[in-house]
Every structure is written in C-alpha cells, then in structure tokens.
C-alpha cells in the first residue's frame, strides 16, 4: 500500500511514516515509479507503535524490541516481560523524582541554590 493510503488507514501522518522508515521503525521498498509501498501488516504495526508511545516506551526501544516480539514464540509473554522491565524504570524514575521533590522542598524559601554542607551552611557562601 502506499504513504497516503497508509497514512489514512492509521492517522499517522506521511511526514512521520518517512520518518519511522529513515529510523528503522517501519520498512517499504520502492515501485519502479519511486513511490514507497509498505506491506498490509504495517497498519496494525503503527498501532503498536502509537501505543507503545502513549505507555512511555521510546522510538529506540519500539525499534529495538519489535524485532524480539515478532521472533517470540510466545508474544504475549515476551510484551508482558517488556511491561514489567518498564514499569520497574518508572518505579526509578518515581523514586528520583521524588528525591528530587523533596531537595526543592528543603530550598525553597532559602533563596540560595547551593548544595548545603554538614554545616547548614551554603558550600561556598551563606547564598
């Protein structure tokens, strides 16, 4: 099928289509005319893509683990192993995040920016 029908089947418009194709994320071939032609599977594909987008995963790893999904034997629980592997760089994520939270607490209302020494004093000055 090419770009355009592609890109109406799916609502992925043709300037990120060229783009996913220019990463490696979906592939065509060329007509003799220079038209890209993209294979019927690609349809469902670009939903995984969307998908796996709106759960956090990157383009790198969409390209990366959409490889080892389609060679799984067992797709179901090779997405779930991929789920669990990302929800535990969330729950570090969180956890930095709330680490970072609670530093900002601590200096707000200080109006210095330097790290605090032992002391409770600024590192370099009082700020």
Same mark, same amino acid.
């Given at each position: 099928? $090419? *770009?355009?029908?592609?890109?109406?089947?799916?609502?992925?418009? $043709?300037? =990120? *289509?060229?783009?996913?194709?220019?990463?490696?994320?979906?592939?065509? $071939? $060329?007509?003799?005319?220079?038209?890209?032609?993209?294979?019927?599977?690609?349809?469902?594909?670009?939903?995984?893509?969307? =998908?796996?987008? +709106?759960?956090?995963?990157?383009?790198?790893?969409?390209?990366?683990?959409?490889?080892?999904?389609?060679?799984?034997?067992?797709? #179901? &629980?090779?997405?779930?192993?991929?789920?669990?592997?990302? *929800?535990?760089?969330?729950?570090?994520?969180?956890? &930095?995040?709330?680490?970072?939270?609670?530093?900002?607490?601590?200096? #707000?209302?200080?109006?210095?920016?330097?790290?605090?020494?032992?002391?409770?004093?600024?590192?370099? +000055?009082?700020?």
């Amino acid at each position: 099928m $090419r *770009i355009g029908e592609l890109a109406a089947r799916t609502g992925v418009s $043709r300037d =990120t *289509i060229r783009f996913y194709e220019k990463v490696g994320i979906v592939a065509g $071939r $060329r007509l003799g005319n220079g038209y890209r032609d993209f294979p019927v599977e690609t349809v469902p594909w670009l939903g995984y893509v969307r =998908t796996a987008q +709106t759960l956090g995963f990157s383009l790198a790893e969409i390209a990366r683990h959409g490889a080892e999904l389609g060679e799984a034997e067992d797709s #179901a &629980e090779a997405l779930s192993a991929l789920f669990a592997e990302k *929800i535990r760089v969330v729950d570090a994520r969180m956890a &930095e995040l709330a680490a970072l939270r609670a530093e900002l607490e601590a200096r #707000a209302g200080t109006g210095c920016p330097l790290a605090k020494s032992p002391g409770g004093r600024g590192a370099a +000055t009082d700020g």
